[in-house]
């Protein structure tokens, strides 16, 4: 069973930058998944905001994020990170890894996720 575990949540204000971590602590072979992240702010829907393929050589963002945000991983080390830069209060979410066996960036449907980490950005 694939095992995600995310860290790197906070409060922080607005313009400010975070970065999430999340670990495969299963012992999975890393690079056999696609990873990316999700958010859901209360009393809305899960979002897709990022994903990247099992090389990192093919990425993908949600409107709402490209150009601040930036997907990456090391299958070294088991991780996939994702930098936010720029933050403003509507990203305020639960941050949601995910993963997807022998997936990729552009269709990512994961059938794994980690427990979530809560980012707050003040105004």
């Known amino acids: 069973q694939v095992q995600l575990v995310e860290s790197g949540g906070g409060l922080v204000q607005a313009g400010d930058s975070l970065r999430l971590s999340c670990a495969e602590a299963?012992?999975?072979?890393?690079?056999?998944?696609?990873m990316g992240w999700f958010r859901q702010a209360p009393g809305k829907e899960r979002d897709f905001v990022a994903a990247?393929?099992?090389?990192?050589?093919?990425?993908n963002y949600a409107a709402s994020v490209k150009g601040r945000f930036t997907i990456s991983r090391d299958n070294a080390k088991n991780t996939v990170f994702l930098q936010m830069n720029s933050l403003k209060p509507e990203d305020t979410a639960v941050y949601y890894c995910?993963?997807?066996?022998?997936?990729?960036?552009?269709?990512?449907?994961?059938?794994?996720w980690g427990q979530g980490t809560q980012v707050t950005v003040s105004s």
């Open positions: 299963s012992g999975r072979t890393f690079s056999n998944y696609a």
């Open positions: 995910a993963a997807e066996a022998f997936g990729g960036a552009i269709r990512f449907r994961p059938g794994y």
């Open positions: 990247i393929n099992w090389g990192g050589g093919s990425t």
